[in-house]
């Protein structure tokens, strides 16, 4: 029979910068050997670093969002209208996502870890170097695919739970089927819609590189700064600037979000 853990928001970090940098590495393997660009979630917190890609695809993502309001009476009309006064933030649902291989107990500790405030020697790193430390959980990035087109988002982690349903001989769990519940943080990277009672952010599109196009040409063309691929590599997760294929897909912020982060 498989053994089951869950976490929750109040849960401790339940595993050391090591599981997380164990996972990392586990996982830049797993990418290269695949050839392909996996699901991932990954945190860029330097008191909670680490890298979660999943062997397998979801199968099925949940989005949720629940506006508040209520019914108001219409003195003009005598009616009853229904007035939004502001949207909760978005929800994802990551449902059976499967984990195999060596590494898979090392993923969930991190995704447990992530559910808390970070812990352990990753704090004490970070508060000799001056780091502040955060009492909540740390903000990850979720991502599948390109940004508006697939999923980017920041995202807290509000509950994970796993299902260990296969065994090495030796004890360590080669299968484990994961439940991950997570709640959208404003970001430049989410596609979903702002409050409206905080206005959208304008002048956000999308690209398709074609054939001789860069980073640099792109950004020369939509902003009239070439020194700006820089800020569109990052907001895209490119590692590599040079290997961006035609055909590709890329997020463009609008110029308002990129500007002021440029000296």
Known sequence: MGAAVSGGASIGAAAGPLGAVAGAAAGVVVSVMSGGVPAMIRCTDPTALGLVLFDFNPDKITASRQPRGGNRPNHVGGSSAYILSQSDPAKLSLKGVIFTGETTKLR???????????????TMISAIAGIP??????????????????FMYA?????????????????????????????????????????????????????????????????????????????????????????????????????????????
Do not use: C
Request: aromatic share 6%; glycine share 12%.
């Open 155 to 263: 995202v807290v982690i509000t509950s994970v739970s796993a299902t260990y349903t296969r065994f090495h001989t030796s004890g360590i769990p080669i299968r484990a089927e994961v439940n991950i519940d997570m709640q959208v943080q404003p970001s430049l990277l989410g596609s979903l819609p702002t409050n409206p009672t905080s206005g959208g952010l304008p002048g956000r599109s999308t690209h398709m590189m074609r054939q001789g196009e860069s980073l640099q040409s792109v950004a020369q063309q939509q902003y009239g700064k070439p020194g700006l691929w820089r800020r569109i590599a990052e907001v895209n997760g490119i590692a590599d600037p040079q290997r961006v294929r035609p055909g590709t897909t890329i997020f463009l912020p609008g110029e308002g979000e990129l500007t002021p982060a440029v000296s």
């Open 133 to 150: 430390i955060s009492s909540n959980p740390p903000t990850v990035t979720f991502q599948w695919g390109p940004p508006l087109l697939g």
């Open 108 to 122: 969930v500790d991190t995704l447990l870890a992530w559910t808390g405030p970070p812990a352990g020697l990753a």
